[in-house]
C-alpha cells in the first residue's frame, strides 16, 4: 500500500530523515539507494542536498531541480 512522505529533514553524509503517512519514520542513506548521476548529479553536492522538500501533490521528496523517488522503494529501505 502506498504511503506518502509527510516530512523530510536532511541529514549529513546523503542521509534523509522520513515520515510517513502512517507515522513510521526513521532514516535512509540514499548513498545506497541511487547513483548521482543524471537528474541526481546535483544532489552530489550537500548545500543542493539539502534542498529536498516534501511534495504534497506526488506524496514523496522532491529536489529543485525536479528529481523525485518513489516513495515505495523508500519506505521499503527504511531504517527505524
Known sequence: MLQDITFVEPLNNY???LRFE???EGIIDLQKQIEFSGVFEPLKNPDYF???KVNPEL???QWPNGADLDPDVLYAALEI
Open 59 to 61: 506524496g514523496t521528496i
Open 22 to 24: 502512517d507515522n513510521l
Open 15 to 17: 542521509q534523509l530523515h
Open 50 to 52: 539539502a534542498q529536498v
